[in-house]
RNA sequence: GCGGGUAUGGCGGAAUUGGCAGACGCGCCGGAUUUAGGUUCCGGUGUCUUUGACGUGGAGGUUCAAAUCCUCUUAUCCGCACCA
């Protein structure tokens, strides 16, 4: 017989629901726990990551709860994004329906899986409702010059036919549908998070919750470089150019300038020049570059002379000035020093165009020949051919060099960011509007709180082609001027969804809020996030995106926090055979099949049991089989056990060698499982459950059925249940029923171990010679190392190992070895 | 190139602080139950030339003692990448 997971889970589904368990509010009395998991984008079906991530934060969520903790644990969606509009496109759908009954659905499917969500916190970020302050946080971030419009040379989808975050171009492509990302000079709006790259950075510091990995990869991310700007003099003009090194001791050794091909000054560098055409064909030829080529590390450099020349601000030589297609418009000034001696890439291109190498700083107590060089010393040395720098090191020189500049007049040292502005309009119809208009009277003009929100309105055109179905939406575009009352028109640009993603957390701590985004106090009580658990695919964007909200939010005074996330948790994938399950390789397995097949319960302790959370786990048939076999044994024994269950408890000083033993096992398990739980050593905790249950059946073939000490089984049944009700808690909650609880196991108090009862006689130690075991002995747990080293000189295998020997030390380790050092 | 992981039986994994390597589970082998298969219960299961030796990707080192600490190295995965 095997236990009917379908009824059960059924039964205690419809309880919970009906009862409103997991319902929460603020409770001063308890300490409070946030525990919160990636909510989804309603892509249509919950897939097994879903499961895993959704069956580890319930378990935290469950376990915290029965610890006492006040538990806030929400769900909702991401509901807005571009897999809706296509859908419209592809099928005719509108994106809305398309949406919400992708939610219905993945709701029915969550709700099969048992996890504890107050469903009545429930948010979807394409509801009105929601985005009203979505638009609230772009007016707020507006309002403290957070958020700008400005020209721009951006990253184009074709594809997609919207503008990206440079965090949203993977490898020159589209992170969303893999086509080749261009460039394009738009006008768009940014979020200034580069106003938060040094908080951003040190804040990290204050992560301690967090692994290393996605620290470091933000720190990367961020990218800070120490530097400085020079300003260079054009030949022949009154005007500069200005550049960014990191290596303003290498000044000297400039033998050529290099600007980006597209920088809006080369216009007027190469007009009139006898270079001109050269250089104009150089341009279109870079243009027509891809991205992709202009990114790779081993594209050749190319490049040609702009017909200009820049001084040197120390030794007053004419400078060449080239265009290449190395430099990066967008980082630092767009134009920087070639000092082939002492830079790889500078190094390469010289070669190539035949400039000259200088070598300024020398590999201490050598003398290398620039004619000698194969590729750029960039190490620490000794300055030299750096007029009245010579002869310090290179370090001291940065330092001494940029104060000269600084002295003169010509430079300063500067701080850069890899760091971005944040774009965040799209060109798509599936988002929250941006709240602005444009009014031929009063131009930009932000549309007023009370008028929030802009809804996003029905009945569009969905050709896939040209602009966005907004700008083609005329009872949208065409409104009033929130100022002057005068005719005005929309901005038709909606918001990157990670936008709507950025303060999620926040809102379901006040989700029904009609007059705020949340109430403070309500925030106070629940931030920060506990425990946030979800994919490494989030380490840069969401996370980055997340921290530089809260910390506006810190500052305009709405929220205490500035850190939104306490302890991150970053879940392993989960893969079929190795590789990721994906349609194309049709190695999917879908959670509805193993919860109709074995229930949730087993689905979800496979997951926990394979594999420790933050490694992928290798989904596997026979392995799920021996999950669900467990629980039919703990069900078997809990059935055959039910009838000694019994408020009494057991009497430690009247117990027979068997039940000490169980007991024993009893209280190691609760020890373990507790402190796993507490470390989120999940599969550990379970095996510690699974020996208990050994153990619980060694006790029960082992004793004729009359002479069953029901206190100490009782003890062992109810500890078993307990414990395993956050991993699976429809069983659990079942046999607590069939065991005569009328209490609520959810809220059941986490079980505590005795310590008396894992006090034993005699304990197992090795006995080692030179390291290596040469017997095993009982002994008193109790004894000194004087006492253990005397039983090791008597024991009779020591004694004939070590004859003839010189004993040197004995190393005793109570409760763990003797080792007896000879020669 | 820079940054961060990972490497342990046939497989997933365990060993929290340096102290019995392989817990727990899968698989496999055997016993009991059964007409048989399946189920269930019990037992076994790192390798080998088995009174012992070897064994945590590899090579050194520190230590009475190393999967764990140090140095070097190989493989592999992930992130960033012409960032001046």
């Keep these: 017989m095997k236990y009917d997971s379908k009824t ?181 709006w940014f979020f200034k998070i580069t106003d938060y790259a040094q908080r951003l950075l040190d804040d990290i510091e204050k992560l301690g919750g967090w692994p290393d990995k996605v620290k470091s990869m933000q720190t990367n991310w961020i990218g800070r470089s120490e530097g400085a700007e020079v300003d260079f003099k054009i030949d ?18 400039v033998s050529y300038m290099v600007i980006a091909p597209e920088h809006p000054l080369v216009e007027k560098l190469i007009a009139g020049k006898e270079t001109e055409a050269e250089c104009r064909a150089f341009i279109k030829k870079v243009q027509h570059q891809s991205e992709i080529m202009r990114s790779a590390t081993d594209t050749e450099k190319e490049g040609v002379f702009s017909g200009t020349y820049l001084i040197h601000p120390f030794t007053g030589d004419k400078i060449p000035l080239y265009l290449a297609n190395y430099v990066l418009l967008d980082y630092g000034t767009g134009i920087v020093m070639g000092v082939a001696a002492h830079d790889q890439r500078d190094f390469e291109f010289a070669k190539k ?72 309009s799209r060109q798509r119809y599936w988002g929250a509007p941006i709240p602005i208009v444009y009014c031929d009277k009063c131009g930009e003009v932000l549309v007023p709180d009370d008028q929030l929100p802009v809804i996003l309105p029905q009945n569009v055109k969905f050709t896939g082609q040209g602009q966005s179905p907004l700008s083609e939406c005329e009872e949208f575009v065409h409104t009033t001027c929130p100022k ?61 995106y997340a921290r530089f909200f809260t910390k506006a939010l810190h500052d305009f005074g709405y929220v205490s926090c500035d850190e939104p996330f306490e ?28 919860v109709d097949k074995y229930g949730a319960d087993t689905a979800r302790l496979f997951i926990m049991f394979a594999a420790p959370p933050e490694r992928d786990l290798d989904w596997n048939d026979t392995a799920v089989e021996g999950s669900y076999r467990f629980l039919n044994r703990v069900w078997r024994a809990v059935e055959d056990l039910r009838d000694c269950v019994t408020d009494e408890k057991p009497d430690a000083e009247s117990l027979t060698a068997d039940e000490k033993k169980l007991r024993l096992a009893v209280h190691g398990a609760i020890k373990k499982v507790t402190a796993d739980c507490d470390r989120f050593s999940f599969n550990t905790a379970i095996s510690a459950i699974m020996e208990m249950v050994n153990a619980l059946y060694y006790y029960k073939e082992h004793t004729p059925k009359d002479g069953l000490n029901k206190p100490v089984v009782s003890e062992a049944v109810t500890s078993l249940i307990v414990m395993l009700s956050p991993f699976v808690p429809h069983i659990a909650c079942e046999m607590w029923e069939m065991i005569g609880k009328t209490s609520n196991l959810a809220v059941e108090k986490w079980p505590e171990y005795d310590e008396k009862a894992l006090v034993v006689d005699e ?44 004993i040197i030390k004995c190393i005793a380790v109570p409760k763990k070895l003797i080792n007896v050092v000879v020669k």
């Design 484 to 544: 002057c009352g005068g005719p005005a028109k929309r901005e038709t640009d909606t918001m990157d969804t990670f936008v709507c993603s950025s303060w999620y957390y926040l809102r379901y701590c006040d989700p029904h809020n009609t007059e705020m985004p949340f109430d403070k106090a309500k925030t106070d009580y629940w931030m920060n996030v506990d425990q946030y658990i979800g994919g490494v695919e989030h380490a840069i964007l969401h996370l980055l």
């Design 567 to 594: 302890n991150l948790l970053t879940q392993g994938m989960v893969l079929k055979d190795g590789t990721k399950m994906s349609k194309s390789l049709g190695n999917v397995v879908s959670p509805e099949e193993i």
């Design 763 to 806: 304990i197992e130690i090795v006995l080692q010679i030179n390291g290596k075991i040469r017997d095993k002995i009982m002994i008193s747990p109790d004894l000194t190392r004087e006492e253990m080293t005397e039983l090791a000189m008597s024991n009779d295998r020591i004694k004939e190992l070590t004859e003839g020997k010189q």
């Design 8 to 188: 059960i889970e059924e039964k205690w589904q419809k309880i919970w629901q009906e009862t409103g368990e997991f319902d929460i509010t603020e409770d001063t009395d308890k300490p409070k726990y946030y525990a919160l998991e990636m909510f989804p984008y309603p892509s249509g079906n919950l897939h097994m990551g879903h499961v895993r991530n959704y069956s580890i934060g319930d378990v935290v969520a469950r376990y915290k709860k029965m610890q006492g903790y006040n538990v806030l644990h929400p769900m909702g969606w991401d509901s807005f994004g571009l897999p809706a509009e296509n859908a419209a496109i592809k099928h005719g759908a509108d994106p809305a329906d398309w949406t919400w009954s992708n939610i219905d659905n993945m709701r029915k499917q969550l709700k099969r899986l048992g996890f504890s969500y107050d469903w009545d916190r429930e948010v979807a970020t394409a509801k009105p409702d929601y985005y009203k302050f979505t638009q609230w946080m772009f007016a707020q971030l507006y309002k403290h010059g957070l958020a700008y419009k400005k020209k721009s040379y951006v990253n184009w989808c074709p594809s997609c036919a919207t503008v990206l975050a440079n965090e949203q171009v993977v490898n020159g492509k589209c992170e969303r549908c893999k086509s080749e990302v261009g460039k394009k000079d738009l006008e768009q």
């Design 353 to 424: 165009y035949d400039l000259p190498i200088r070598i300024v700083i020398q590999p201490e107590g050598q003398n290398m020949k620039s004619e000698d060089m194969t590729e750029a010393f960039a190490a620490e040395g000794i300055m030299e051919n750096s007029g009245e720098f010579n002869g310090m090191n290179n370090k001291d020189a940065i330092k001494a060099i940029t104060k000269r500049l600084e002295e003169r007049g010509i430079g300063r040292g500067k701080v850069n960011f890899r760091l971005r502005d944040w774009l965040i």
């Design 236 to 253: 022949g003009s009154d005007e500069t150019l200005t550049v960014y090194t990191t290596r303003p001791d290498t000044i000297f050794g």
